[in-house]
């Protein structure tokens, strides 16, 4: 059963970078057919794709966001990483990290818990 | 904002059948898959729907998903008191470079 956790600080002050990472156990990351996700969701709103990677390194990111973000993959621990940078107010959500399955096509089909992050001086 | 549009509220008594409809457009559930998810309070989605009718193995038969042109649709049938929660779809949009977008979810309420 693949796990995924979340980790990172709780409170970030505006304008710094918000740093994320999560541990996948259970599987490796380096399985082939699987992508590794972040999503968030701001609270009480609905679903927002943040980008995710292969464990190549190839990324995809959502092109709202890009110009902010980063993620990474570290293969040997089996993590993987977000960084947005120049946060707001508008950044505070829980943040999830995710598998996206491609025998299922686009589906993402284990998240983790889920952490709150939330933007304030 | 979501590109994908969703009724804010469903609800239904015990034993009924639900619908819950997902609008989007040729970039995205015009040309791509359809992705249903459940939020159940305080925690995490869950993937119902994949590929447009696909139950994952474990979701219940009473849950299928439809497409059809631009739009896609969730059903609940024999609508049970634990079936209250978020219900969000997704597809991929080939607009903008490519991104997955959420819709902007639906409440469903069990009476």
């Known amino acids: 059963q693949v796990q995924l956790q979340e980790s990172g600080p709780g409170l970030v002050k505006p304008s710094q970078t918000l740093s994320l990472i999560c541990t996948v156990s259970?599987?490796?990351?380096?399985?082939?057919?699987?992508?590794w996700s972040w999503i968030r969701q701001h609270p009480g709103k609905g679903l927002e794709w943040i980008g995710y990677i292969y464990y190549s390194g190839t990324t995809y990111y959502n092109p709202s966001l890009k110009s902010r973000l980063i993620i990474s993959i570290d293969t040997s621990k089996n993590q993987f990483s977000l960084k947005l940078s120049s946060v707001t107010a508008a950044d505070t959500a829980v943040y999830y990290c995710a598998r996206v399955a491609t025998i299922f096509g686009v589906a993402v089909d284990y998240w983790g818990q889920g952490t709150l992050v939330t933007v304030s001086s | 904002q979501s590109v994908l549009t969703q009724p804010p509220s469903a609800s239904g008594t015990p034993g009924q059948r639900v619908t819950i409809s997902c609008s989007g457009s040729?970039?995205?559930?015009?040309?791509?898959?359809v992705y249903w998810y459940q939020q159940l309070p305080g925690t995490a989605p869950k993937l119902l729907i994949y590929?447009?009718?696909q139950r994952p193995s474990g979701v219940p038969d009473r849950f299928s998903g439809s497409k059809s042109g631009t739009s896609a649709s969730l059903a609940i049938s024999g609508l049970r008191s634990e079936d209250e929660a978020d219900y969000y779809c997704a597809a991929w949009d080939d607009s903008l470079n490519g991104s997955y977008v959420f819709g902007t979810g639906t409440k469903v309420t069990v009476l």
């Open positions: 040729n970039s995205n559930i015009g040309t791509n898959n």
């Open positions: 259970g599987g490796s990351i380096t399985s082939g057919g699987y992508y």
């Open positions: 590929k447009n009718n």
